[in-house]
Structure formats: C-alpha cells, structure tokens
C-alpha cells in the first residue's frame, strides 16, 4: 500500500533546515495521531485501576515515555493501554497508534503483544522520517517493560524476559544496546557507527562482530534497507 506524503512544520523537537525538507515528511495518519492523540492517560486518572506499567528513556533524545495497561489476568488479553510522554511529535503518533493496534478487536494477548515490531507501528503509520524511527521504539520497549511488570506482579517469573546489555568492545565500553541506538539515529554503515560510538577504534578485533550488530540492527528496524 502507498501513502501520499506530506510536510509538516514545528511539531516539537522537529526542526528541519531547507536541505533537510524532503527527509521530514509526515503522512496524515501520523498528524492524525499527533494532533489527536488516542488513549492518552488523563491526569486525574487512577492509576490503581492497571495491572502493568512500564517506562523508558530514549539515550539518542533523553525523552521519556511510560504507559499503564489493564490485562486480563486469565486471558492475558490487554484491555486497556493507557500512555504518556514527555517525547516528540514522532513519539507521541507512534504510541498512539500502537495504544491502538494491542487493544482492538479485543486485545492483542501479551504474547503478541511482545512479538510487535516498530516496524509494525510504523507501517500503520504510513511511514516516518528515518531520523526518527528512534521515537517509534520508545513505545515498542516500554510495551515490553510493561509486559515484564505485569509478569512480576502475578509471580510469573519465568515469563519475563529481560534484555541485558553485552559489551561487544572492551577497550570502548561499547555495548550492542549502544550500537542499536546509533542504527536507529541513522548510523548504516561501520563508519558511522563508528563516528558515533568510537567502537572498534583502539580493538579492531571487534569489528566482525559491530558489522554483524549493524547488519542484525538494520533488519530489525529497517527491514536491511
Ligand atoms: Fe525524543 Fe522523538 S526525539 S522521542
């Protein structure tokens, strides 16, 4: 399916230079969802009501998202999901969208839920700019984080899956969460990443392994484009 794409100007945290215009488009869907957000936590709402709640930082802005969901403790279905954000245009469409994607036709189950992809979101979105598929991640990671709480709370230990960070250069410290996160700002190719994270510069040994991070990364959140 294809998507006629439109500018759109100064939503927060998007400032685009003349150069930069045809790089930051926006479709209706997202304007839609940003200018009209879908279930946006109130804030007199009472958050005793939810059985989950999850919450993350973005390393490449600093924004912050945190969500609150209702799960039907014998279905595992999710009834409600619930969202706020201190992040940008970007962040805030995609959250929405995906707020609705988990609770229509009666609720994605959390093992689906868990198998949505950014890709997923954005597809419904018609599309965001590349600088900003990092925004679209925030809501896919504080869905997991949220699954993870709601696991906790009900004593289902072994259903919590928990990503750890792996040191993948020791002399840099550089992690494979620091070189998703230069993919996702844009960083394609070695050479960027290494620009971003000085990976590889002083332990070339490690190189194989950041070119396979990348190629895995692109996959993931780009479909290796
Ligand atoms: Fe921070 Fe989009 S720039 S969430």
């Not at 699954?147 to 550089?174: L, M, Q, T």
Request: proline fraction near 4%.
């Amino acid at each position: 399916m294809s998507h006629k794409l439109d500018p759109i100007a100064g939503t927060q945290g998007d400032v685009a230079s003349h150069d930069q215009t045809k790089s930051w488009f926006y479709t209706d869907i997202v304007k839609e969802h940003f200018f009209h957000p879908k279930n946006f936590m109130e804030q007199d709402a009472d958050e005793s009501q939810f059985n989950a709640v999850g919450k993350v930082g973005s390393p490449a802005c600093g924004d912050e998202l945190r969500v609150w969901m209702k799960v039907d403790p014998e279905t595992e279905r999710i009834q409600e999901f619930k969202w706020k954000t201190f992040g940008c245009g970007s962040a805030i469409a995609s959250t929405s969208m995906a707020s609705e994607i988990v609770t229509e036709n009666g609720g994605m189950t959390l093992e689906e839920a868990r198998a949505l992809k950014p890709q997923d979101i954005m597809e419904r979105l018609g599309g965001l700019p590349q600088r900003k598929f990092h925004c679209s991640v925030l809501c896919d990671k504080a869905l997991r984080d949220a699954i993870n709480d709601f696991y906790r709370r009900e004593n289902k230990f072994d259903k919590i899956v928990v990503e750890s960070a792996r040191i993948i250069d020791p002399v840099s410290k550089v992690t494979d969460h620091d070189i998703e996160e230069a993919v996702l700002e844009g960083a394609h190719t070695l050479e960027l990443v290494q620009q971003k994270t000085k990976v590889g510069i002083g332990n070339p040994n490690c190189l194989p392994a950041v070119e396979e991070l990348i190629r895995f990364y692109k996959e993931k959140y780009f479909g290796g484009k």
